[in-house]
């Protein structure tokens, strides 16, 4: 087992503005499913791509991502960006 971290930094952001939390959800989502990435039906925040072996979990501005090989994160940050 490989003890990887991605370091992803937020810039940006509007904090204290009520709907800022949801507006950056759905462009999210939206960016991410165009990628071929779906959300849980039973875990909200966690998310998998339809085959690549990679897994990432969402909670407030922190990522956990699991994944095999590094191509597959590459595309995740080529993604996000």
Not at 23 to 35: G, I, M, P, T, V
Not at 37 to 45: D, L
Not at 54 to 68: H, K, R, S, T, W
Request: net charge positive; proline share 4%; glycine share 8%.
């Amino acid at each position: 087992m490989c003890n990887r971290w991605i370091y992803i930094e937020i810039q940006k952001g509007a904090y204290g503005l009520p709907k800022t939390g949801i507006l950056a959800n759905e462009l999210l989502e939206k960016r991410l499913q165009l990628a071929g990435y779906y959300q849980s039906s039973t875990t909200p925040g966690q998310w998998q791509h339809k085959w690549r072996p990679i897994m990432f979990a969402l909670v407030v501005n922190d990522f956990g991502v699991e994944y095999v090989g590094l191509e597959h994160v590459k595309h995740l940050t080529d993604t996000l960006r």
